[in-house]
């Protein structure tokens, strides 16, 4: 099969009930976030939302926040049906050259310690685990803190 076309473009307002299901079936009820919360995320000042599309469709969103020199990831998600196709990575790649352009230096992110999948991910692309949060979610589940200078 030929590799994947994907294209990428920045969230708006119009995406925001597509974005919402995508996360709700990417963590499930435990520990997608509520619509008022990702709101909240997506308008954070420094926010900021690559999505990508592959045939029209989206596959999946990057969501990022920066103050000054420090970046954080506040979720990456891709359907189940588009992932291990460079999906992730197109988006990370993308998110991370605008936050370099802003001035960020280091960026941070969570991520539950049994989410293995995400752990590779991360470490793939150079984050290191920086700590343990002992209960981090909702549900009870740690999480490692992670983080990348860039
Ligand atoms: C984690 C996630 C974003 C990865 O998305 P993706 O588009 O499949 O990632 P990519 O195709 O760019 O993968 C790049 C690399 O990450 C690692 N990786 C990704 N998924 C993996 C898995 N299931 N098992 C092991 N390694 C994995 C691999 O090193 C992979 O490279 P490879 O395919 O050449 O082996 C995706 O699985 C996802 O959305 N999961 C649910 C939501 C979630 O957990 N988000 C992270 C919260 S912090």
Redesign the pocket.
């Known amino acids: 099969m030929p590799p994947m076309k994907i294209i990428l473009r920045t969230y708006t307002a119009a995406d925001f009930e597509a974005l919402y299901e995508i996360d709700q079936q990417?963590?499930g009820p435990a520990l997608a976030y509520s619509r008022p919360d990702l709101r909240i995320y997506l308008n954070l000042p420094g926010s900021d939302c690559v999505i990508a599309e592959a045939a029209g469709k989206i596959a999946?969103f990057l969501a990022t926040a920066h103050e000054n020199a420090m970046g954080s990831i506040v979720?990456?998600?891709?359907l189940a049906a588009?992932?291990?196709?460079?999906?992730?990575?197109t988006m990370l790649e993308e998110s991370e050259r605008r936050l370099t352009a802003s001035g960020v230096r280091a960026i941070e992110?969570e991520?539950a310690t049994d989410?293995?999948?995400?752990i590779?991910?991360w470490q793939?692309h150079g984050y290191r685990k920086s700590g343990v949060k002992k209960e981090y979610y909702p549900d009870g589940r740690d999480a490692y803190s992670m983080s990348k200078m860039i």
């Open positions: 990417c963590f999946g979720t990456i998600d891709v588009y992932r291990r196709q460079g999906v992730a990575t992110l991520t989410n293995a999948s995400a590779a991910f793939k």
